[in-house]
């Protein structure tokens, strides 16, 4: 089965509106627009809407770094779905281990963040990853398998269709400290099986899991090669147009 590659760039809290709409524009010209794959960035809240327009007619896809699982409402802080698509976005980044680890994002919460994003028609793209710790002490799949089990839950079958994975080591992230191309496949292998017992193979067959966690030009191609990582979500790289150039265009 050929799933189309997703390469995402999460730009975390950097870039402002000239260096963030530059960045925008020159990924949008490095994108060499190839069927295979899809091209994600997901820029600060406040610079989306003028990002979506700077790259629109790219095939660029914009997604935000976050979302709530409300359309609006006394909820300080947050994004709704219906805000993110307003701004010209089609994706939510959830999940992410920053987002569990600094400001305390359980497995309930978002797991009403994934619903929420289906709910408004958001691809939703569920981060997962354990800790060096939990890596060390033998609990990586164990740990996996409830991020999975508890952001899935209630998500249907036909509802898959828009949900991504992205498996990124804690102990990765930021870190220069990639996984090497056969932990990364092992890990995404027994997402993939999860995915299947908890659905059906179909689903597991169609889903896309990205691996994050220092991805760089120099071993996106390696990454790539695996037969069950589907792409990338690629933090510092995302930040300079070269790097994030190379690995968008991956061989
Ligand atoms: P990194 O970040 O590529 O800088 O390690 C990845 C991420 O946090 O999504």
Known sequence: MQRKALIAGNWKMHTTLVDGCALATGVAKSFDGKDDREVLIAPPFTIVSEVSHVIKDSGVIIGGQNVCWETSGAFTGEISPTMLHDAGATAAIIGHSERRQIFGENDEMINKRVRGAIKFKLLAVLCVGETLEERESGNTFSVLETQVRKGLDQVTAEEMKQVVIAYEPVWAIGTGKT????????????????????FEKGVAEELRILYGGSVKPVNIDELM????????????AALDVESFGRIINFK
């Open 225 to 236: 090669a695996q037969p069950d990582i589907d792409g990338a979500l690629v933090g510092g």
């Open 179 to 198: 996984a090497s191309k056969e932990q990364a496949q092992e890990t995404h292998a027994f997402i993939r099986g999860l995915i299947e017992n908890l």
